[in-house]
């Protein structure tokens, strides 16, 4: 019998929990599982809880979340031989969505069941792991005041989008990518290892979990009344494509700014300072996903 650990956050409220404890039993395979449920109780404690999980030599550790959670329990398993599991319970969701896992409960645990798994690359944004992507500029503003907000959902989420998207003003930054130097005026940065912010938002259509290769999103400078316009090729897949936007491939990527604060990872907003270095670790991280992703 192989050993699941469900991670999730108590402050998801206790019906959640026990709606998410009753799916588990009726839709987990038992004939091939066994399980237990732990909680977090502080930021950062499911990266622990994870490295507990892998030195006990669970099956899989999954995380029951969003994309802040799923990063926290994959720094706790990278270089393990323990897989990483998602029960999407987010707002946007970004991973599960990219790898094809569905967001309804039985649906993801259907998945588990399948125990079908494929090596995941992960990243370094100087000492910070991300799984997804990160970035500097508009995008770490709204990453920031969503994580404060009350509110959840993409209309929360397009509402900050919306109102901070007048006032902000793109700045000049040294890049680097694999010995390339250069200056771009740009809206925002992102070095993706996966495909979208959340919400189908596809920042990177062309990024692959398991090439050992970073996409550069840098989204130039732009007329504001264009905005719509970006968003909406995001959604087709096709961002890439704009006169706007500037793609490149790379493995190690230098970002630097003399006025650099804050950075997301994975969404979540986090004090940085330049430069920011970006390095890739291939094939360190297990993940279960559905057999026709694989």
């Known amino acids: 019998m192989r050993h699941l650990v469900f991670i999730i956050n108590p402050r998801s409220g206790i019906d959640r929990q026990k709606a998410i404890q009753e799916a588990i039993g009726r839709h987990l395979d038992k004939n091939e599982f ?25 099956f899989a550790v999954i995380a029951v979340g969003g994309d802040g959670s799923v990063n926290d329990i994959a720094k706790g398993l990278s270089g393990t031989p323990t897989a990483l599991g998602i029960i999407p319970k987010g ?9 094809g896992i569905p967001l309804r409960v039985d649906l993801a645990l259907n998945v588990l069941n399948s125990a079908h798994t494929i090596m ?17 500029g508009f995008d770490t503003v709204i990453s920031e005041q969503f994580a404060k907000s009350t509110r959840r959902g993409f209309k929360a989420y397009s509402w900050l989008v919306f109102r901070n998207l007048w006032r902000y003003q793109p700045q000049e930054w040294q890049i680097t990518v694999d010995g390339q130097e250069f200056r ?19 920042i990177a259509p062309g990024a692959s979990w398991t090439d050992g ?3 550069v999103i840098i989204v130039k400078k732009f007329p504001k009344l264009m905005a719509g316009t970006l968003v909406w090729r995001a959604l087709k897949g096709n961002i890439t ?26 969404g979540d907003a986090r004090e940085a300072s330049s ?4 390095r890739m670790h291939p094939k360190a991280l297990k993940v279960i996903v559905p057999p026709v992703s694989g």
């Open 120 to 136: 995941m690359d992960i990243g370094y944004a100087n000492e910070h792991a991300f799984v997804s992507n990160t970035g500097v």
């Open 184 to 202: 771009e005026t740009a809206f925002m940065i992102t070095v993706a290892n996966g495909q979208q912010f959340g919400y189908n938002f596809r």
């Open 213 to 215: 290769l970073f996409d």
């Open 91 to 99: 707002s946007g969701n970004g991973m599960a969505r990219s790898l």
């Open 275 to 278: 430069p920011v270095h970006f």
């Open 241 to 266: 494509k704009s006169p706007y936007v500037r793609h490149m491939i790379g493995t190690d990527i230098i970002i630097e700014h003399p006025d650099l604060k804050f950075m997301q990872t994975d």
């Open 34 to 58: 066994t399980w237990e449920i732990r909680h977090t109780q502080y930021p950062g404690h499911g990266t622990q809880l994870a490295k507990e999980a892998a030195d006990q030599q669970a």
